[in-house]
Structure formats: structure tokens, C-alpha cells
Nanobody, 126 residues
Framework: QVQLQESGPGLVKPSQTLSLTCTVSGGSITTSYYAWSWIRHPTGKGLEWMGIIAYDGSTYYSPSLKSRTSISRDTSKNQFSLQVSSVTPEDTAVYYC??????????????????WGQGTQVTVSS
């Protein structure tokens, strides 16, 4: 059974960089049928997909966050990480990491997540 666990500071000051890590157990992040996602849920709003890092290390980001977001990985630790720069209170949310399976229908694509971490609250405040 795959398990994901987010970790990182719960409080970040405005203009600083938010950094979170997701530790994966029960499966390798380099397995070729999956990508690894970051998704957030601001209070009172819907879920927001932020980006993924695929099994081969390639990354894809939400256009609205691309200029401030970076996703990387450490395969030796089976972890992947999120950084969001120049944060504002609008970045306050519960942040989730998740696994997205790859599917094929004429082209390969990644489906909605099948395994999620429990989520971690990040508050941006001075």
C-alpha cells in the first residue's frame, strides 16, 4: 500500500519561500506508471492543482502558479518537494501530495490522484 506524508513549516512569512516535502513509502517515485502531484485547498475555496513531477523527473505546472512554483525530487530518499516563492496570505491553504496514475487513450496522460497524503496546513502571515 502506497503512503504519502507531507512535512514542512506550518507558518511562513509573506515574501518568503514555502517549502514542503512529501515522503513516499510502499512504492518508488521512479516507477514508470505514475506522477507525483502537489494540490492545495485554500479555506473556503476549491482544490487547486499545482503541478506534478513524473517518474522520469519531468515537471508540469499550473499556468497560474508556474512563475513561482518548483517541484523537485530526491530519488535516494524517495521524496519529492514543493517550493513556492514570494508567498502572500493568498497562499494559505492545506497542501496535499498525491500520486497520479498514467493512462493511455491515444496519448499518455495522468489521471486524478489515487493516493493522497493527509495534508498539512500552511499559513502565510507576519
Amino acid at each position: 500500500q502506497v503512503q504519502l506524508q507531507e512535512s514542512g513549516p506550518g507558518l511562513v512569512k509573506p515574501s518568503q519561500t514555502l517549502s514542503l516535502t512529501c515522503t513516499v513509502s510502499g512504492g518508488s517515485i521512479t516507477t514508470s506508471y505514475y506522477a507525483w502531484s502537489w494540490i492545495r485547498h485554500p479555506t473556503g475555496k476549491g482544490l487547486e492543482w499545482m503541478g506534478i513531477i513524473a517518474y522520469d523527473g519531468s515537471t508540469y505546472y499550473s499556468p497560474s502558479l508556474k512563475s513561482r512554483t518548483s517541484i523537485s525530487r530526491d530519488t535516494s530518499k524517495n521524496q519529492f518537494s514543493l517550493q513556492v516563492s514570494s508567498v502572500t496570505p493568498e497562499d494559505t491553504a492545506v497542501y496535499y501530495c498525491a500520486r497520479a496514475p498514467r493512462a493511455y487513450s491515444g496519448n499518455y496522460y495522468y489521471t486524478g490522484p489515487d493516493y493522497w497524503g493527509q495534508g498539512t496546513q500552511v499559513t502565510v502571515s507576519s
